[in-house]
């Protein structure tokens, strides 16, 4: 166990559909981060919390939108996605805001747009 | 800003054999450079990482080299098994706060026994 839980595993939404994304950090971590995953694409950063506070937003389209409501637990809440948002997303945490502090990434949720 | 390139995308060997997977980066001020490990349903894992105040790191039967000269660090994996199989990411990073972790695009590695 990495100590960052994601859920749901598996989502398939309509693109009129509003979800939510869970992730979970047992670790004590001060930065959590949200990753998009697609196939044959390196790691996309999308959101960077440090201590709840929002610190990076990676020209990210407004249907995403992401909620710390503390350092343990992050959200990612979508809605009016399109199909090319299919992807697997990825959750991490990290001691700090530091890219040389290892981050720990939870199991992803896969996510399918229909 | 930084970008990595990682080749080969895939890589076949043989149970015993050594794996080399290279990456490239353009940033001359990235200075920290992990590889991540990718098992089948799972979220990638830290392996190994290497700053540049060294050449070669090594853990085992995983090591990783650096040419801060040419731009280019390396994973070396000797003796594979087949629970080495995994997608496995380099990254780059400037080492401040604040800076992000730059991926390459992964390269699949199968083991066969």
């Known amino acids: 166990e990495t100590g960052v839980t994601q859920t749901p595993r598996h989502l398939v939404m309509g693109m009129t559909n509003k979800k939510s994304l869970k992730c979970e950090q047992h670790?004590?971590?001060?930065?959590m981060y949200w990753y998009k995953q697609s196939a044959k694409k390196p790691l996309e950063l999308m959101f960077v919390y440090s201590l709840e506070e929002r610190v990076e937003n990676n020209s990210v389209p407004s249907r995403f939108s992401p909620e710390c409501p503390n350092s343990s637990h992050l959200f990612l809440h979508l809605h009016t996605l399109q199909p090319e948002d299919s992807a697997l997303y990825l959750c991490?945490?990290?001691?700090?805001?530091?890219?040389?502090?290892?981050?720990?990434f939870g199991q992803g949720t896969r996510l399918t747009v229909v | 800003g930084e970008n990595v390139e990682q080749h080969p995308s895939t890589l076949s060997v043989q149970e015993g054999d050594s794996a080399v997977i290279k990456c490239t980066y353009s940033?001359?001020?990235?200075?920290?450079f992990p590889w991540y490990k990718q098992e089948l349903g799972k979220g990638p894992q830290l392996i190994i990482d290497?700053?540049?105040?060294?050449g070669e790191k090594k853990d085992q039967r995983i090591a990783v080299t650096l040419n801060k000269t040419a731009k280019h660090f390396s994973l070396h994996i000797t003796e594979t098994q087949p629970e080495d199989s995994a997608v496995y990411f380099c990254a780059a990073s400037a080492n401040q706060a604040g800076t992000a972790l730059i991926f390459g695009k992964g390269t699949t590695l199968s083991v066969s026994s």
């Open positions: 290497i700053r540049s105040n060294v």
């Open positions: 670790l004590g971590h001060n930065a």
């Open positions: 991490a945490s990290s001691q700090e805001n530091r890219p040389d502090t290892e981050a720990f």
């Open positions: 940033d001359s001020a990235s200075n920290y």
